[in-house]
Nanobody, 120 residues
Framework: QVEFVESGGGLVQPGGSLRLSCVVS????????MGWTRQVPGHQRDLVATITGAGRTSYADSVKGRFTISRFTSSRDNAGITMYLQMNSLKPEDTATYYCIIAAGTVSYWGQGTQVTVSS
């Protein structure tokens, strides 16, 4: 079983910044690849950024240079993995529900989502 706690979404003006957080715990490993996806109602869910257990990152072209993904594994037992998405220079088209994802073997698990709205 995998548990998620996502936070950090909200309303921000164009050009502003937000930082999303996702704490993942349960049957996971520090080697698991993690990432953020986003979805607008009526559209498919798109991959925004990923980070491997070794720290290798990748980004969708639409967010390169503006978003930064990072992760931190606590040394405390069962504390889980914390992943962040720093979002700068936000645009109205970044408005979506953002979901944390972790790939554990052949199975992917999704968080509950956090809403980001970019509007003046």
């Amino acid at each position: 079983q995998v548990e998620f706690v996502e936070s950090g979404g909200g309303l921000v003006q164009p050009g502003g910044s937000l930082r999303l957080s996702c704490v993942v715990s349960g049957n996971i490993s520090g080697d698991n690849t993690m990432g953020w996806t986003r979805q607008v109602p009526g559209h498919q869910r798109d991959l925004v950024a990923t980070i491997t257990g070794a720290g290798r990152t990748s980004y969708a072209d639409s967010v390169k240079g503006r978003f930064t993904i990072s992760r931190f594994t606590s040394s405390r037992d069962n504390a889980g993995i914390t992943m962040y998405l720093q979002m700068n220079s936000l645009k109205p088209e970044d408005t979506a529900t953002y979901y944390c994802i972790i790939a554990a073997g052949t199975v992917s698990y999704w968080g509950q989502g956090t809403q980001v709205t970019v509007s003046s």
